[in-house]
Structures are given as structure tokens and as C-alpha cells.
């Protein structure tokens, strides 16, 4: 049996809950950015994780940012329902050059702006710049999936089949992405092998990286899919084969390169200069 095949049954067998590339992915890329951080910024994480709390408030004893790459994540599963709706990604239609809707400021790329800000202010109180930092290590991570930056009018949640082995029942495009592919884009070894062009850094760089994203979204997950066509819907379920699985975690593994990579330069940029 293939490697991959047997991952991909293995991982079907042990489904993870849906969140942008899992947590795997999450602490893949801030391992990543963390290999990135000039000394100054290095030592600004150590004292921003010091007194770390887990989701219940508790302290956590977490360290590193691949510790605690996936808190946004821990945190909604106890919230509210609703609570976090809509902040660890942008609808984004993939075929249109407009992006999508952002309501109060809360989605992927403006929530990155705006905890930036507060990351780099020190007249902030420690908990809420640890807090910022936890919300920008995951969302770099979340918006360089490319499903959380641009969707077709299905909004990612066709179900689909890989080679008519139906996954969990009910997989979606999304789920596929967040997980199988996340993990076998892990699996495939250090983020660090990954060759990638991350563009230069600008102001608005998190609205840039969710269009850059928007694009890989309809180039390298729609557009691949026979009979995909804008302004359509995919008939459902939507059958994969293994070529598509295997280019999708090259795409997968470019993606969580370019956000370890963004994510550290954001970090030096912010955390990388000695207070006055
Ligand atoms: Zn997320």
C-alpha cells in the first residue's frame, strides 16, 4: 500500500476536530517563525509567555509559540457558540477581485492588524500583549490556508471523495484541507526545506497575504477540480484522486512556509526593537 494512502486512512481513522491545518500545522509554522526571531524578539516572547494561561485560566507552563500556536482554537471550543464567528478566516470569493465581507473588523487579516498593534505597545498590560501574541501566531498561520481566504459559492463545504473512498462521512473540501492535507503537508518533514517568495513586507501585508491567498485558493483547490466553474456549484459528493491530494500538499507545505516566514518577520518587526 502507498504511504500515502495509509496515512490518509490512518488520519480518517483518527479525525482531528476542524481548525485551520490542525494543530500539527499550527505548531509546524510557528517552529518555523521561531527559528526566525532575532534575539530581541526572542527574548520579548520569553516574557510575554512567562506567566502563559491555558483556556481556564490556569497557568499553562507553555514556552514556546508552537506551544501555544493553537489557544484560539482551545479557547472557542469552551466559548459561546457563535462567540469567535467568523474571526479565523475571510470569505473571500475566488472569483471575484473584491474581498469578502470583514463585520466589526473581526476576520482574519484585520484581526492580525489590529493584535499586531497592541503586540508592539508597551503601555499595554502583559496579559493582553501575551494574548495578542497567542491570536497572531494562529491567525498567520489560519489565513495562509487557502480556504480561509477564498471560497466558492459552495463556501468550501462540498463534500467530497478521494479516489471513492469516502472519508469521514460528510468530509468537506474545507475539512479535507484542514486536516488530511494539513497533516500529510507535516508529515512531509521541516517547513524549513520549503523554497517560497514572500513578497516584500508592507503596511496592509495581512490584506495582501489573504488576496495572495485568495488566489493559490482558486488556482491550486478550484480550479484543479474537474467541471469547477465561477458562479457554479460543484455537483456533490466531488470526487478527488491521489494527484490532486499529493499537489494540494506541495501547496499546503508552500503555504505554512510562507506564514512561518511572514510570521517571523512580523514578530522581529514588532518585538524586535529594545524598549525606550
Ligand atoms: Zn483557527
Not at 457563535?82 to 473571500?92: E, L, T
Request: hydrophobic residues 45%; positive net charge.
Amino acid at each position: 500500500m502507498p504511504w500515502i494512502v495509509a496515512l490518509l486512512l490512518c488520519l480518517w481513522l483518527f479525525p482531528q476536530p476542524s481548525s485551520a491545518w490542525g494543530r500539527k500545522g499550527h505548531a509546524a509554522i510557528a517552529v518555523l517563525a521561531e527559528s526566525q526571531l532575532t534575539p530581541q524578539a526572542q527574548a520579548q516572547v520569553r516574557e510575554l509567555l512567562a506567566g502563559d494561561l491555558d483556556r481556564d485560566g490556569k497557568p499553562s507552563a507553555r514556552t514556546t509559540l508552537a506551544a501555544i500556536a493553537s489557544w484560539p482554537d482551545e479557547i472557542r471550543d469552551i466559548a459561546p457558540a457563535k462567540a469567535f464567528k467568523g474571526w479565523h478566516s475571510r470569505a473571500n470569493p475566488v472569483c471575484d477581485a473584491a474581498l469578502g465581507a470583514c463585520r466589526d473588523g473581526h476576520c482574519v487579516d484585520q484581526l492580525i492588524v489590529a493584535y499586531a498593534a497592541v503586540l508592539r505597545d508597551r503601555s499595554q498590560p502583559l496579559r493582553e500583549r501575551n494574548e495578542a501574541l497567542k491570536w497572531v501566531v494562529h491567525l498567520v498561520g489560519d489565513l495562509h490556508q487557502p480556504l480561509h481566504s477564498g471560497v466558492s459559492i459552495d463556501g468550501g463545504n462540498v463534500r467530497v471523495v478521494v479516489d471513492g473512498f469516502d472519508a469521514r462521512p460528510g468530509t468537506t473540501l474545507h475539512a479535507l484541507w484542514d486536516n488530511e492535507i494539513g497533516n500529510l503537508a507535516v508529515a512531509a518533514g521541516p517547513l524549513q526545506a520549503v523554497a517560497i517568495d514572500t513578497g516584500a513586507a508592507a503596511a496592509d501585508a495581512p490584506t495582501q497575504w489573504t488576496r495572495e491567498a485568495r488566489d493559490v485558493a482558486r488556482r491550486s483547490v478550484y480550479e484543479p477540480i474537474a467541471g469547477f466553474a465561477c458562479g457554479q456549484r460543484l455537483a456533490a459528493p466531488v470526487p478527488l484522486d491521489r494527484a490532486y491530494v499529493r499537489q494540494a500538499v506541495v501547496v499546503a507545505r508552500e503555504q505554512m512556509a510562507r506564514a512561518g516566514t511572514r510570521l517571523a518577520r512580523l514578530l522581529n518587526e514588532r518585538l524586535g526593537v529594545a524598549p525606550k
